[in-house]
């Protein structure tokens, strides 16, 4: 079953009777996915920036975008107006595939990747995933990499706390870890 579908049927009603919400629309949610990665001002290829984008548009079937500094700041040898980064923002049903993938294919995959902590799920219910390579991702052949890189997956829930956002995460199957 796709993780939509089991979302409205099994997950909806059960956070209601938990979370003690009568209107089924006000249940928590995803509202967003966003896919990004950081590139340090040192690396000034322009076909790494190539690289990247062609990569976070394999992962998620949708176009790349370059991200660029809102200032100025020396200590990091940027300047406004920079090229900083690559990102994308998945909704909708390119959402829902994503996630059903991620907690399903790549998070297995990942290297001695004993579940998620809890302290990556902020005060708002959002969480983050640091990947240091995209290797898990099924996209992905080993064979075809020219440059490993990291990247970031940031979750974006409707709830405004932390405890709903674990509820609603641990019942759409992400691995948190035992002890934490």
Known sequence: MILKEF??????????KELG???KLAVPTV???????????SNKDAKFFDIV??????ITGQKAIKTQ?????????????MDVGVRVTLRGKRMWDFLDK????????????????VKSVDGQGNI????????????????EIEKVHGLEVTIAT??????????LLKSLGFPFKKDS
């Open 128 to 143: 983050s995933i640091g990947f240091r390579e995209f290797l898990p991702f099924p996209e992905i052949s080993p064979d």
């Open 21 to 23: 919400i009568k209107n």
């Open 102 to 117: 991620l907690i399903n294919v790549t998070l297995p995959r990942v290297r001695d990747f004993r579940g998620i902590s």
């Open 158 to 167: 409707s709830t405004k706390s932390r405890e709903k956002g674990l509820i």
């Open 53 to 58: 984008g062609d990569t976070l548009t394999r």
């Open 7 to 16: 979302y409205k049927t099994d997950i909806v009603p059960s956070l209601q």
């Open 69 to 81: 500094a809102k200032k100025s700041v020396a200590g990091f040898k940027t300047r406004e107006g």
């Open 31 to 41: 509202s967003l996915i966003s896919l990004s990665v950081g590139i340090p001002a």
